[in-house]
């Protein structure tokens, strides 16, 4: 099958009609996800001119068109996601792992309240976590819920570094949620190993240069307004793509200002400034994030979304629909889910790959 890609048009991949194992497949017809667990045997290959998209068609993966653009965007798909050194652990991006939420703050919407004022008991949780099967415990002290108070850095540095202090004591891998650059200098200088910031360090002047400087991986979340709240505005005309350009901008502004490309992972921000519809389509398309040549990391846990396709369940009540989106997420190759129920995810995505393992292995030679 032969066909041209418009001249003038942005050229998108998403990875599709994905396959238990690439046993059996001829050479070629199917690709690697990412180095990963996950193989698939076509992509939806859309052209976008202006604001629509003038074309949009399933393709084999061996009848990509020979076109420069998706070529490129397609060995991004296919090329391994290198390994995060995190202190004493090494966390690999070749399947997905379970990122803990360890809030302290008295206010965020699930679990508020629950570890503030208390560090060693703090710290105790996020161990428990670790043991649990997180493979990233991730420390925030400023909940970034619609409507929260934004924290003083001071009060947010007193909430998270004695925590901090002890996790790292412990062997864990740790990151710091934060959107400020002095909370980032406190908590790396205390032994955090990431930066998880939900306004992609455009919050604060100073972020991108602390980071660049600490030589640590970043995690990039899109959001509408990264500046201000993070959920204001959002009036999307097509989610995917928009986000998509966005959060491909914001690599590469990063990477022009010195930080490797290896170290910085993205996060499409499900629940910030979109719609329950926005969200499914990011969920749907995950896999098209692929194509920016990073880490993803989905965050969904007991978000509103759930609740809004569950009769209002409240967020203590959403675990069912916090795995189905874990799930989801790791069938189109998110690397790090970051959730509250980390047994249960852990354990979810253990058997995930237990299958996966089993699917490989039952169609080898014997």
């Given at each position: ?20 194992t690439p046993v059996g497949h001829d ?164 032994g955090a190993h990431i930066v998880n ?94 194509g920016i040549g990073c880490g993803i ?70």
């Amino acid at each position: 099958m032969t066909f041209s890609l418009p001249a003038d048009a942005r050229v998108y991949l998403r990875p599709t009609q994905f396959i238990d194992t690439p046993v059996g497949h001829d050479d070629g017809s199917v690709a690697r996800l990412a180095g990963g667990l996950c193989w698939f045997s076509a992509y939806e290959l859309i052209a976008v001119e202006g604001d629509k998209r003038t074309l949009q068609r399933t393709v084999a993966v061996a009848d990509l068109p020979d076109d420069e653009r998706a070529q490129a965007i397609a060995a991004r798909i296919a090329a391994p996601r290198a390994s995060l050194a995190l202190g004493e652990r090494v966390v690999r991006l070749d399947q997905p792992q379970a990122m803990a939420i360890l809030n302290l703050t008295p206010d965020s919407f699930s679990d508020g309240g629950r570890h503030v004022g208390d560090p060693v008991a703090a710290a105790q949780a996020g161990v428990d976590m670790t043991v649990a099967g997180a493979a990233i415990v991730d420390v925030g002290g400023e909940s970034t819920r619609p409507g929260a108070a934004t924290v003083w850095e001071g009060d947010e540095i007193e909430r998270v570094v004695p925590v901090i202090e002890r996790l790292a004591r412990s062997g864990a891998a740790v990151s710091i949620d934060t959107r400020k650059a002095a909370v980032m200098e406190a908590a790396l200088g205390a032994g955090a190993h990431i930066v998880n910031d939900v306004s992609a360090l455009l919050y604060d002047d100073r972020a991108l240069d602390v980071t660049a400087a600490a030589g640590c991986p970043i995690v990039l979340m899109h959001s509408p307004d990264p500046a201000k709240t993070g959920h204001e505005g959002g009036n999307y005309g097509d989610a995917l793509i928009e986000v998509y350009d966005w959060l491909e901008r914001r690599v590469d502004e990063v990477v022009a200002k010195g930080i490797d490309r290896a170290r910085i992972l993205i996060d499409p921000g499900i629940g910030f400034g979109k719609s329950l519809a926005d969200n499914l389509a990011l969920l749907n398309g995950l896999a098209l994030f692929h194509g920016i040549g990073c880490g993803i990391v989905l965050g969904a846990s007991r978000k509103r979304m759930i609740g809004a396709l569950s009769n209002e369940a409240p967020a203590e009540a959403r675990l069912g629909g916090s795995l189905a989106v874990a799930l989801k997420g790791a069938e189109l190759g998110a690397q790090l889910i970051r959730v509250h129920d980390v047994f249960e995810t852990a354990q979810a995505l253990r058997v995930w790959r237990g299958m996966r393992d089993a699917a490989l292995v039952s169609r080898l030679p014997g």
